[in-house]
């Protein structure tokens, strides 16, 4: 009786950590900061968590159930290619935003489906993305090949 109870106690502590509490503690946010968005119609500051490590990419807003006006999550890499994404565990719709080395916006993807595993692509070389809540590439007017980037990840490369 005494090692039933005990596997009992066992299976239970270990299932705890499958809930969704511990999903939401897996979206914990990265370093915090700050971009310019810089478009047709002005210059957007946007408040920004930075997923900075491979598990933070991987994560990214999974789990999330809401998101900010003027904020986001920037996925910064270490050399251009071409970047693919997915929305698998994703609860709200994103605008995602890819960024080129220089800054320049190369590809705006709107209002993805969340929950979506189908691939969401640069289409190009990229070396970073932007995730928004949906609507906002249309709110700040992002146009691809004419709206940019000021982020000292992005800068540095055209100095």
Sequence with gaps: MFSLRLLALAAAVSLGGCGPEADSRKASPGAVGTLTLVTETGRHPISIEVADTDEKKQIG?????????????????????????????????????????DGTVVRVARRTEPHSEDIVSSQGPALGVLELKAGAADHYAIVAGKSRIEHPHFTARTQ
Aim: charged share 20%; hydrophobic share 45%.
């Design 61 to 101: 807003l999974m789990f999330r159930t809401e998101l900010a006006d003027a904020h986001g999550m920037l996925f910064p890499y270490d050399r251009p290619h071409e970047i693919t994404m997915w929305m698998k565990n994703t609860y709200i719709s994103l605008d995602m935003v890819f960024i080129g080395g």
